[in-house]
T-cell receptor, first 112, second 113 residues
Framework: DQQVKQNSPSLSVQEGRISILNCDYT??????FLWYKKYPAEGPTFLIS?????DKNEDGRFTVFLNKSAKHLSLHIVPSQPGDSAVYFC???????????FGGGTRLMVKP | KAGVTQTPRYLIKTRGQQVTLSCSPI?????VSWYQQTPGQGLQFLFE???????NKGNFPGRFSGRQFSNSRSEMNVSTLELGDSALYLC????????????FGQGTRLTVV
């Protein structure tokens, strides 16, 4: 039973345009969400997070939106750059906070 | 400030052997957790330690075990290795709970032949 799903395995966008990566979850106990970027053979790099008490969090080019009623979150990258090309994972934790449940990842390709 | 350090980076073992992987968390971080990444199963939670105590455990067989030392360094052990244990093993550290920005190491790539 996949509690966190990223339904798009891959996404291709043009440099300078917006990248939107989506993530859905089923467990209503999740109250904290994180996005990670990962290159092959390396560990995930933390990008941005959001608590369930918020619906938006921004950090530079990265914005995460949370829609609790739809159990959906998205990561917006504006403007997209070729260096953003990587696999992006969303992750969720409940208020106990001692484990992360990951989605399957979305491979983002930003074309110059 | 040094990041999360995992050793070794690469490891090749034979079926039936056992292996120990090491993780040194970011200085001051007391929570260390372990994840397995495989192409088919994605990133799956193994276990989490805080102040030398296991707080949570994922759905893995008893061949997978871990421990944490007083300096917060952690080790995970896999006994009686199977081919399916080939994976990237990732360690993450955070100050307390994982929902306070968990930082990952580069991982140990284990190949079982």
């Amino acid at each position: 039973d996949q509690q966190v799903k990223q339904n798009s395995p891959s996404l291709s966008v043009q440099e300078g345009r917006i990248s939107i990566l989506n993530c859905d979850y089923t467990n209503s106990m999740f109250d904290y969400f994180l996005w990670y970027k990962k290159y092959p053979a390396e560990g995930p790099t933390f990008l941005i997070s959001i608590s369930s008490i918020k619906d938006k969090n921004e950090d530079g080019r990265f914005t995460v939106f949370l829609n609790k009623s739809a159990k959906h979150l998205s990561l917006h990258i504006v403007p997209s750059q070729p260096g953003d090309s990587a696999v992006y994972f969303c992750a969720a934790s409940d208020n106990a906070g001692n484990m992360l449940t990951f989605g399957g990842g979305t491979r983002l390709m930003v074309k110059p | 400030k040094a990041g999360v350090t995992q050793t070794p980076r690469y490891l090749i073992k034979t079926r039936g052997q056992q292996v120990t992987l090491s993780c040194s968390p970011i200085s001051g971080h007391r929570s260390v957790s372990w994840y397995q990444q495989t192409p088919g199963q994605g990133l799956q939670f193994l276990f989490e330690y805080f102040s030398e105590t296991q707080r949570n455990k994922g759905n893995f067989p008893g061949r997978f075990s871990g421990r944490q030392f007083s300096n917060s360094r952690s080790e995970m052990n896999v006994s009686t290795l199977e081919l399916g244990d080939s994976a990237l093993y990732l360690c993450a550290s955070s100050w307390d709970r994982l929902n306070t920005e968990a930082f990952f190491g580069q991982g140990t790539r284990l190949t079982v032949v």
